[in-house]
Each structure stands twice: as C-alpha cells, then as structure tokens.
C-alpha cells in the first residue's frame, strides 16, 4: 500500500464515504482530472484505488490520503487543476451506520490539561486545556487513529489564532460533486497551505444526507456524516 499518505496520524477520514465501488470510481475519475497529467491513470478496485503513472510505475493505495499523495507526485503542480462543476465526478457513498462518535469542545483556559491524551481522556464534551501550544497538540491527537474513531471536535473557544477561528463554509450543494470536492481538500491539506488555519466542507450525499468536515492547522478534526 502506499505509505506516502501524508497524513498526519495515517488514518483514511475519508473512509465511510468511499466503501462502495461506484464511490471509489467517482473519486478516481475527480484524482485524474485534479492531477491532469497525461499517461496518468486511476483505477478502483475492491479494497481502493491503483495509480499507473506515465512511466508505468503503479501504486496501490486504500485511502484517499494515500491517493492523492499518489497522483500529486505525477501533478507538477502544486495546486490541482481547475475543475469544471458542469463536469462531477461522482457521488460517494451515504453510510448505512449512524455515526456514534462524541462531538466535544476544545477550550484554552487557566488550570487546562497539559496533555491533550489526558484531556481527550476526561468525561464530557469539554477538553480543557491549558495553552494553545496543548491545544494544536489536540487537535493533532483528534486526527489520529486513536482518539478519531471515538471524537471530533465540534468547536473551538478560547483562541484567537486563526485555526481556531468559526467556520461556516458549505461546499456545492449537488451530491454528484461530491467526490471532487473531498478529493481537492485533501490536496489542500497534504499541500501544507492550511497548516496554522482552518477550513470546513459540508454538503449533500444523497438523499438525507451530508458530509461534514472540518480541518484545522493541518489536521482533519471533524469527518462526519449529518443526517435530517
């Protein structure tokens, strides 16, 4: 598998909405076109995707960190392409799982935790900390494999800086593009160009439906999916 992902904690935010085939094509078709290389191939397959580059050379990768680390590396460029909307790449997949997780709210304030496992760890929807320093170290630990399959965060109080500033950023409100939008937000964050700040993404599904993320300093600290 492909171990370039660039994620920071290795894990695949974006799993749930890929686990259909038809989602994995979708993804593929909008990972070809963002890199827009020629000779430049995305297959998908029943565990992920394989990524033929011009040269022959292939990669197999089960995530879509891994993905898009795959096809950026054939790119050259730093940004993606631009992308048609009149042209979606696809929808993704609606999980038949309600999501279980626990929402919880990061706070800088005097007498926080000095260690962001000690604050996960706490009862509650609140993680007191006591620095911002502590605080990105949350947000980091949020995006790991250990704390992302029981929590996400729902807010931020406390913080100025600008990864902890509100968002409200809905993405297009038509399913089909989907596929196209996560894909490019992944490669804005493996770019390192949301490093210190943040971004959010929320649009439709299907039906019923929506995708839910939010990426602050780097770290995808919220990938969830809202019903009605």
């Known amino acids: 598998m492909c171990g370039a992902c660039g994620e920071r904690g290795a894990f695949d935010w974006a799993r749930a909405w890929t686990a259909g085939l038809a989602a994995r094509r979708a993804v593929a078709v909008a990972a070809v076109r963002a890199a827009d290389r020629r000779g430049l191939r995305v297959t998908a397959g029943p565990g992920g995707w394989l990524v033929h580059g011009p040269t022959g050379a292939a990669t197999a990768c089960d995530g879509l960190g891994a993905l898009v680390a795959a096809v950026r590396r054939w790119a050259g460029a730093e940004e993606p392409a631009p992308w048609d909307p009149a042209r979606p790449s696809g929808r993704l997949t609606v999980p038949g799982e309600e999501d279980r997780r626990a929402g ?107 995708y839910d993320v939010e990426i602050r300093d780097g770290h995808v600290v919220r990938a969830r999916t809202v019903g009605d």
């Open 104 to 210: 919880v709210v990061l706070r800088v304030a005097p007498g926080g935790a000095r260690s962001p496992d000690t604050a996960l760890a706490g009862p509650g929807d609140e993680v007191l900390v006591d620095s911002e320093t502590t605080a990105r170290a949350a947000l980091a630990a949020l995006a790991s494999p250990r704390w992302s399959a029981r929590r996400y965060l729902a807010r931020v109080e406390g913080v100025a800086a600008a990864w902890a500033r509100p968002l409200d950023d809905p993405g297009p409100q038509r399913p089909e593009l989907a596929a196209d939008v996560l894909l490019r937000l992944e490669w804005t964050r493996q770019s390192g160009r949301l490093d210190g700040t943040a971004r959010a993404a929320r649009g439709p599904l299907g039906p019923g439906a929506e």
